[in-house]
């Protein structure tokens, strides 16, 4: 999303702690960067040369050093979260530097802390300077910790859902759904709505074991979850709002990848879109949902053991078609997401050349790239 290019370009492959490995496996998984590096133009960066005021509020995980925070990749206003991040109550949050901490005793929730923040950014902003806010709830992460005055409604609600259901979970994304909503309130109270896009999406697929706690989530009928290249993983929502110049309640089944928001929001500028290898402005579907539109190959490369016990794999995708790669085995499996969209079926002998083809480009581009890859032991 920051750069526009594809993270196994960037050899940051793995969230930045992950270091599972496995005994029984015979790969150690890749070396990776456990950071964006400084010199990478960031999108911030991109819309500062153009004039605009740049806020971060949130979850950053790429890098600590002051190079390297949000401070020093083009953010004017940062509100960085530092100490116990994975924690709703006894948190730190960093503000514009090192120096300057916010801390929580116990008292404010961390989803309305960041919601203040926003707000404050966006109060603050002059109206005749265009301002970009790129806004990183940690909700609705583990730790599953609600308000305590959100989650009894959902409480009450447990058993009609013979327990398939997580009334914590559903409180932490109530309070990130009002915080949304509260901005949406301020930028309308300042005439702003209808001068403001606003872009909603998610990072990664949901849980799909325990982790610090029990599965919050469900995939429905996508196979996997996240760390998986499989759909469960990887596919993720994303909702787009303009107040008068987007129609409303459009829906688009064409596909995209996070490295397209940086081109698609320069094209939308009037700027060069083309900013990488790995990036296709989407521009002509934000205009009009139907309009002829052509992705062509998105990849994904995940080269380690995840904590969510994902193994090494890569994927391709062109079109309805999807190739999934074990790096362990060098097994493959074709899918045909228009039937098949919880990729059930390997139909990969009955489309012998599709799956030729599809793997030829996944190791092209992996070469091409000179993608971090496991080692044999």
Not at 35 to 61: D, N
Not at 300 to 309: I, K, V
Not at 316 to 334: C, I, P, Q
Request: net charge positive; proline share 6%; glycine share 8%.
């Amino acid at each position: 999303i920051m750069t526009g290019k594809h993270p196994a370009r960037l050899k940051l492959t793995n969230f930045l702690v992950g270091e599972r490995t496995d005994s029984l496996s015979p790969l150690l998984p890749a070396k990776w960067t456990k950071y964006l590096g400084a010199s990478e133009i960031t999108l911030a960066e991109r819309l500062k040369t153009q004039g605009y005021r740049t806020g971060f509020v949130g979850k950053w995980h790429l890098g600590g050093g002051d190079s390297l925070a949000p401070w020093g990749q083009g953010f004017d206003y940062s509100r960085m979260i530092g100490k116990n991040g994975l924690d709703y109550y006894n948190y730190g949050i960093y503000e514009d530097s090192f120096q300057k901490t916010f801390e929580d005793k116990g008292t404010t929730y961390l989803t309305d802390k960041l919601t203040d923040y926003a707000l404050d950014f966006v109060k603050k902003s002059d109206k005749n300077q265009p301002f970009f806010l790129y806004l990183c709830y940690s909700a609705p992460h583990v730790f599953l910790i609600p308000r305590g005055d959100k989650v009894s409604k959902y409480l009450k609600k447990y058993e009609k859902f013979q327990g398939k259901y997580n009334p914590y979970y559903a409180a932490m994304i109530e309070s990130m759904d009002d915080g949304v909503g509260e901005i949406m309130k301020v930028l309308e109270a300042q005439g702003l709505a209808e001068n403001t896009l606003i872009i909603f999406t998610s990072d990664n697929g949901g849980v799909g074991i325990p982790e610090l706690g029990p599965i919050p989530t469900t995939a429905g009928n996508l196979r996997k979850w996240k760390g998986f290249t499989y759909e469960g993983g990887i596919r993720v929502p994303t909702l787009i709002s303009w107040k008068g110049t987007l129609p409303a309640s459009q829906t688009c089944d064409r596909y995209f990848i996070n490295t397209d928001y940086t081109p698609t929001l320069l094209e939308m500028l009037g700027q060069e879109p083309n900013v990488s290898p790995d990036a296709k402005s989407f521009y002509a579907l934000l205009k009009n949902p139907h309009a002829a539109f052509d992705r062509g190959l998105i990849f994904w490369h995940y080269p380690h053991f995840s904590n969510q016990l994902s193994r090494p794999s890569g994927a391709v995708r062109l079109g309805d078609w999807k190739l999934v790669k074990s790096y362990e085995t060098n097994e493959t499996a074709l899918f045909n997401l228009r039937n098949d969209e919880s990729e059930t079926t390997d139909v990969s002998k009955a489309n012998p050349d599709k799956a030729k083809e599809l793997h030829q480009k996944l190791t092209e581009w992996l070469t091409k790239i000179d993608a971090n890859m496991p080692t044999k032991k």
